[in-house]
């Protein structure tokens, strides 16, 4: 079966930086979308952070902070978080979309990210 793992969630210190990672177990090539979002209690999903063919895309609170990565040959995409904040803290989830036939959507279980002194 398909699937994402994410790693590198945990506690940190308003101000400081952690690195995400998504493990893919099926490869993944360049034309497929790869994002991460994340969902804080009591809100709604939202994006953080895409890449694609197109570019890198950002929410705006992202930008400026994070950085998605990806490396197509080991099938992984990170997310680079830097000066973090308490707003930040959230369950962040990495997905991998196919958009051209055939039609393919995965997400990973999420990574619990808390921010806090």
């Known amino acids: 079966q398909e699937h994402l793992v994410e790693s590198g969630g945990g506690l940190v210190q308003p101000g400081g930086s952690l690195r995400l990672s998504c493990q893919a177990s099926?490869?993944?090539?360049?034309?497929?979308?790869m994002s991460w979002y994340r969902q804080a209690p009591g809100k709604e999903r939202e994006l953080v952070a895409e890449?694609?063919?197109?570019?890198?895309r950002y929410a705006d609170s992202a930008k400026g902070r994070f950085t998605i990565s990806r490396d197509n040959a080991k099938n992984t995409v990170d997310l680079q978080m830097n000066k973090v904040t308490p707003e930040d803290t959230a369950v962040y989830y990495c997905?991998?979309?196919?958009?051209?036939?055939?039609?393919?959507?995965?997400w990973g279980r999420g990574t619990q990210v808390t921010v806090s002194s």
């Open positions: 997905r991998a979309e196919r958009r051209t036939f055939p039609l393919t959507d995965l």
């Open positions: 099926r490869t993944i090539t360049y034309i497929w979308f």
């Open positions: 890449t694609s063919l197109s570019g890198d």
